[in-house]
T-cell receptor, first 112, second 114 residues
Framework: EDQVTQSPEALRLQEGESSSLNCSYT??????LFWYRQDPGKGPEFLFT???AGEEKEKERLKATLTKKESFLHITAPKPEDSATYLC?????????????FGGGTRVLVKP | GAGVSQSPRYKVAKRGQDVALRCDPI?????LFWYQQALGQGPEFLTY????????KSGLPSDRFFAERPEGSVSTLKIQRTQQEDSAVYLC????????????FGEGSWLTVV
């Protein structure tokens, strides 16, 4: 069974204080690893999909990296508007591989 | 439409009542997913459609849950005889391709069973 574990559960940062979020996963064969941002009362907003170990993607202050066992979401010099819950999910290869298996999320609060 | 649209956004149901939640995916998107999200947790998969075919319903928690997408576009998630443990946000998502490499979510339907 596919599993995704995110850490820490919550993260408090000062504005400008860079940090990293961890997503550890086990999957029979990885088709893709997804990162989403979710604001309170909203649906998840797509950020990145990573497909193979060593791949990196960037968007503004966010950078996602992937290894064979985990992914990191690096937040560089965060601003208060980066406060949100960040969700990681995996999609497995195979006939039943379309669904995403999510972790519990990391709640990030950036204080000015 | 510009994004995945869900209705109603908020629903309060009395225990035992039937509810129907609607999802309008992004136009032309082949794949459609339903997820359930409890407060403070990540979304959990319920079911998946490719066009009108329901290819995976392994996540539906009981036979009180039923989903359909009869014409391959709009989908409805129906919950019969609602119970308090059904209270959650129900998220719909769609993607252009069957492989679902970029999956877009709607804002969700918040269901509270009292």
């Amino acid at each position: 069974e596919d599993q995704v574990t995110q850490s820490p559960e919550a993260l408090r940062l000062q504005e400008g204080e860079s940090s990293s979020l961890n997503c550890s996963y086990t999957v029979s064969g990885l088709r893709g690893l997804f990162w989403y941002r979710q604001d309170p009362g909203k649906g998840p907003e797509f950020l990145f999909t990573l497909y193979s170990a060593g791949e990196e993607k960037e968007k503004e202050r966010l950078k996602a990296t992937l290894t064979k066992k985990e992914s990191f979401l690096h937040i560089t010099a965060p601003k208060p508007e980066d406060s949100a819950t960040y969700l990681c999910a995996v999609q497995a290869q195979g006939a039943a591989g379309n669904k995403l298996t999510f972790g519990g999320g990391t709640r990030v609060l950036v204080k000015p | 439409g510009a994004g995945v649209s869900q209705s109603p956004r908020y629903k309060v149901a009395k225990r035992g009542q039937d509810v129907a939640l609607r999802c309008d995916p992004i136009s032309g998107h082949v794949s459609l997913f339903w997820y359930q999200q409890a407060l403070g947790q990540g979304p959990e998969f319920l079911t998946y459609f490719q066009n009108e075919a329901q290819l995976d319903k392994s996540g539906l928690p009981s036979d009180r849950f039923f989903a359909e997408r009869p014409e391959g576009s709009v989908s409805t998630l129906k919950i019969q005889r609602t119970q308090q443990e059904d209270s959650a946000v129900y998220l719909c998502a769609s993607s252009l391709s069957p492989s679902g490499n970029t999956i877009y979510f709607g804002e969700g339907s918040w269901l509270t069973v009292v």
